[in-house]
């Protein structure tokens, strides 16, 4: 782990070691890619070593795969697929737990456009947590105070990435909390930019726009360019502008699925695979018209993997909602990559940062995937593993 060998592989920038000391003598420090890596303060330190078994690097309590059931589904309420990225599985849980008391932790935009963790205790509250944030968010000393409402008998849902749900449990462990009362719900994830990176982006915007960017709103949906607009996004400025951008347009959007500024733990990331962190994970059920013809998932369409019985339950639970239809995990895995493996990075990424700092976020993404063979053979594949698929069925 990093702490230990200084590998930045070995850290996924969850803060748990940061907010696990009981000295306090760990902070988070940027490196020259604006990713932030836990730095100690060895006059402080006692020793105890907290930091390094808090580590999601290090978990080993997964789930086994044989006791997954894997469900695809849309809720039953065209505007709430809407304003949710796959199929609005993640509302139908929240409002389920919320009728039993539970308060909610997931990731929103605040008013700076910063990504971080922040807890809601009703629906309207939770409207925030809707839609992919793609930025690896900023904790907030969530950790502790979910150990103390758990302590307090309080019930709470937390989502996040599964190395942000892996480290909650790990810390929770070493508090020796009962767990009880604690629902976990991890997602599919690809990898994860940093704020700094988005930063960068915004700024730009703003100085060709001459004007703040107030909301942005990824998977915006936006009914353009219909094989693309799931991977669309939203961006509404102080001056009354709105925008929908496209991928091959948007150097964020270009960047983030031309998988150019991850994390470097992402690309050893030891949570993609089908055994799972968490009682839920959440995912977009892609390919299912090949299933079933009358779902298109890119208007959105839920992949549901309920990994233990806590899990199940809540499954059973949002029946009431939403239309599921049971899949399997191994149709999952094929339909979804990152339940098989790590992401691959863009062969340019170096190039990228390089050039990054130096010429401003736009340039370096148009130089760094000028040229590429990357869309023209993403494309290829995916034709093929669909006729592939067809094939099986």
């Given amino acids: 782990m990093y702490l230990q060998d200084k590998k930045k592989k070995h850290c996924t920038g969850c803060r748990a070691c940061a907010d696990i000391c009981p000295k306090g003598c760990i902070s988070m420090k940027e490196d020259g890619e604006g990713f932030l890596y836990p730095v100690i303060d060895s006059e402080q330190c006692i020793q105890c070593h907290l930091c390094e078994r808090v580590c999601p690097v290090g978990y080993d309590a997964f789930s086994e795969k044989d006791q997954t059931d894997v469900w695809a589904g849309v809720y039953d309420s065209s505007d709430v697929i809407c304003k949710s990225s796959s199929g609005g599985a993640f509302t139908a849980i929240y409002e389920q737990l ?3 008391n539970y308060v909610v932790y997931g990731v929103c935009f605040d008013e700076n456009l910063k990504v971080k963790h922040a807890m809601a205790d009703s629906s309207e509250g939770c409207k925030a947590f809707r839609k992919s944030k793609y930025v690896l968010g900023d904790t907030n000393h969530c950790y502790p105070q979910i150990r103390d409402r ?7 849902l ?3 990435t599964p190395c942000q749900c892996a480290a909650l449990l790990q810390f929770l462990a070493l508090a020796k909390v009962d767990t009880a009362n604690l629902i976990t719900v991890d997602l599919i ?3 994860a930019p940093n704020q700094t990176l988005f930063d960068s982006y915004v700024k730009e915007l703003e100085q060709r726009e001459n004007s703040r960017v107030t909301e942005y709103s990824f998977r915006s949906k936006t009914p353009i360019e219909r094989s693309v607009n799931s991977r669309s996004a939203k961006i509404v400025f102080a001056n009354g502008s709105v925008k929908t951008v496209l991928p091959k347009d948007d150097p964020f959007l270009k960047a983030y699925y031309s998988r150019l500024c991850y994390r470097p733990s992402c690309k050893v990331c030891p949570f993609a695979k089908p055994q799972r962190v968490s009682d839920i994970t959440l995912g977009d059920a892609w390919a299912i018209e090949l299933l079933y013809p009358e779902w298109d998932p890119l208007a959105g369409v839920s992949l549901i993997l309920a990994n233990n019985e806590k899990g199940k339950g ?3 639970r949002i029946k009431d ?4 239809r049971s899949v399997t995990i191994d149709w999952a895995t094929q339909s979804n990559r990152q339940l098989r493996e790590p992401t691959e990075f863009h062969d340019r990424r170096r190039r990228f940062f390089r050039r990054w700092k130096k010429r401003g976020f736009s340039s370096a993404v148009a130089a760094s995937t000028k040229d590429s063979l990357y869309w023209s053979l993403y494309a290829k594949v995916k034709r093929r593993w669909k006729r592939l698929m067809r094939g099986k069925l």
């Fill in 98 to 100: 919320l009728e039993l």
């Fill in 150 to 156: 758990l302590k307090n008998g309080e019930k709470v």
């Fill in 158 to 160: 937390f989502t996040g």
């Fill in 189 to 191: 994830c690809h990898g």
């Fill in 314 to 316: 809540v499954v059973e």
């Fill in 321 to 324: 909602t939403m239309t599921l």
